[in-house]
């Protein structure tokens, strides 16, 4: 009598669904790593310059929080913020690029800095779609900072130079008390426009008739309920187009931001006085590119002689994932002004804008042939 030989099943099909469930957890694994990717090399990028010195002081910080968490009750620790941050990323996509680019490597983004800086290029702290169109907006400290009126009097030529706020509600935390997230730090009523004021007084006294253009644009966007930053730029390029419509003389147009990285970045301390850093961002993929980027390492090399240091770079910004154009391609002397970080006081911010208005308006007055007062 032939034997049959006995196939037992359960082993078989026992690694089947082994093979399967580590199949997909491997993909599953490969897929997040494709989505926290950007986010943790841009992070690794705008903390490089702490590594030199040592570990950063919210690592070293969490580190102890870790040690002692089974022996001291506390709030939130840095490394719950760092997970709700970096959930925040993974759910949102408009966070994974943002509109003003982002390093990444072996991409099609690219922002280059013009002189090997060192510094990380200037991030755009984005908020959550869903916080932005519908998140409770909390109180702000108003600044102490006076804003200045212009001595129209001391104007040689008039009608120069545009100031005007893409990110127009892009605020700063030392004024939002209960905030601690970079991303969250916009204000409808304590921003950077307020700056507006001071850069206008700042120029004219040097002679430069300044038109200041402080159009809530963020706010237009959110009324509408469009997204904050897919639309920003088309919106202010109306602000533009219109000021330059009617006053063509507007030929120095700068878009005024501030960064999103932290103060070890954007503060600089000369002479006893704290200063925020300021940085240059420039559409690489219009016509007037080469003529921006020239005004902008000008600017950029005359404000690091009188005080080196004070401005981190020039960033050029092109690729898949990045604007492109900041509405630079309506003038060849477009600039795109980071003024601070996110860390940074009005304080600290006017000690800059003074010396960026004087190298600028040293460069308009010698292109109209002028001596500057």
């Known amino acids: 009598m032939k034997k049959t030989k006995m196939i037992l099943l359960e082993p078989v099909l026992s690694k089947t669904v082994h093979s399967i469930v580590r199949t997909t957890l491997l993909l599953l694994s490969l897929t997040l790593t494709a989505i926290s990717m950007p986010y943790v090399l841009n992070w690794s990028d705008n903390h490089s310059s702490q590594w030199q010195e ?33 959930s925040l990323v993974v759910s949102d996509p408009s966070r994974w690029l943002t509109t003003e680019g982002m390093l990444i490597k072996n991409s099609t983004v690219s922002a280059q800095s013009s002189h090997g800086s060192n510094f990380p290029e200037p991030f755009e702290s984005v908020p959550p779609t869903d916080w932005f169109l519908n998140g409770k907006e909390e109180e702000a400290l108003e600044p102490v900072t006076e804003l200045l009126e212009s001595p129209a009097a001391s104007v040689i030529v008039p009608n120069k130079v545009l100031l005007y706020f893409t990110h ?62 897919a639309h920003a730029y088309d919106e202010s390029r109306k602000v533009v187009q219109t000021a330059t419509a009617s006053l063509p003389g507007l030929t120095y147009l700068i878009d005024v931001h ?15 006085k704290v200063y925020a850093r300021v940085a240059f961002v420039v559409g690489g993929e219009h016509a007037e590119s080469d003529k921006n980027l020239a005004l902008a390492k000008k600017v950029h090399a005359k404000m690091n002689e009188i005080i080196p240091g004070i401005s981190r770079d020039v960033y050029l910004k092109e690729g898949a994932g990045t604007n492109g154009k900041f509405n630079q391609d309506l003038s060849a002397n477009s600039l795109l ?37």
């Open 54 to 86: 040592g570990l950063p002081e919210n690592w070293t910080k969490a580190f102890v929080q870790m040690e002692t968490s089974s022996i001291i009750e506390e709030g939130p620790t840095e490394l719950d913020m760092w997970l709700k941050d970096f």
């Open 168 to 229: 127009s509600r892009e605020s700063f935390l030392p004024y939002l008390p209960d905030t601690k997230d970079p991303n969250l730090a916009h204000n409808s009523k304590v921003n950077i426009t307020q700056m507006g004021p001071y850069l206008k007084t700042a120029f004219e006294k040097r002679g430069v008739g300044t038109v200041l253009d402080q159009t809530d644009i963020v706010g237009n966007i959110k009324n509408n309920g469009l997204d904050y930053y």
């Open 258 to 272: 501030r960064d999103s990285a932290r103060h070890d970045v954007t503060a600089l301390e000369h002479e006893g």
């Open 337 to 373: 002004l980071e003024l601070g970080g996110v860390d940074n006081t009005f304080e600290e911010m006017q000690l800059s804008a003074d010396l960026f208005a004087e190298v600028l308006s040293g460069i308009v007055l010698e292109a109209e042939a002028v001596s500057q007062p």
